[in-house]
């Protein structure tokens, strides 16, 4: 059996074709200095009528002890058959997508932030993993703030975090906007609350 996941932009479908397939997955990363890295990765996977190809690079470069950069390219060439193309309305030839991903994170004792933007193009498929969601521009971020307790306070940490979450489509409509606010306290007794 081989299992398909058919993404859109506001959810998934998925269907089972009664015949096997092959995988290959490979991943290879390279260690800079600094903890920093660079790699390739690629995902290929064929059946009767039927291939999802991912390919692309990946890396970290951290800037020092407080600053990450996370990024990753990967693109796609997908081709389903007949019948999940009738079923699904799925392109009839080959098709081609991509994603990509940025990543920022700062850290420190008191203080931490990070930006998230992802795009997921409409035709990108990733059957060997699982990616319920394409044609979409993600933007999260979030910035928090950590106080610490006297040596007798009757709490040790106390931790306040902001986020907010833009989704879009492809046309710019708003599929999901969030805005959180999350408290944290770690109280006596090894004790822990969150709102």
């Not at 291939?51 to 951290?62: C, E, P, S």
């Amino acid at each position: 059996v081989t299992n398909l996941i058919l993404p859109g932009s506001e959810g998934s479908d998925s269907t089972s074709l009664d015949s096997s397939n092959d995988v290959f997955v490979g991943r290879y990363s390279y260690g800079l200095d600094n903890a920093s890295s660079i790699g390739a990765l690629t995902t290929l996977r064929s059946g009767e009528g039927y291939h999802n190809y991912v390919a692309g690079l990946d890396g970290r470069w951290r800037i020092n002890d407080r600053n990450n950069i996370r990024w990753q390219y990967l693109h796609s060439d997908t081709e389903y058959p007949l019948e999940v193309v009738a079923e699904f309305d799925q392109p009839a030839d080959a098709f081609t997508g991509h994603t990509a991903r940025f990543q920022y994170d700062y850290s420190s004792r008191d203080w931490n932030a990070d930006v998230i933007y992802v795009d997921r193009s409409a035709g990108f498929r990733a059957d060997s993993g699982f990616m319920p969601r394409v044609d979409t521009e993600i933007i999260v971020t979030g910035i928090g703030r950590t106080w610490y307790g006297a040596e007798n306070s009757r709490w040790s940490q106390f931790d306040l975090r902001l986020d907010w979450d833009n989704y879009r489509d492809s046309d710019g409509n708003v599929l999901e906007e969030e805005f959180e606010i999350e408290f944290g306290i770690n109280g006596p007794l090894q004790s822990y609350t969150e709102l």
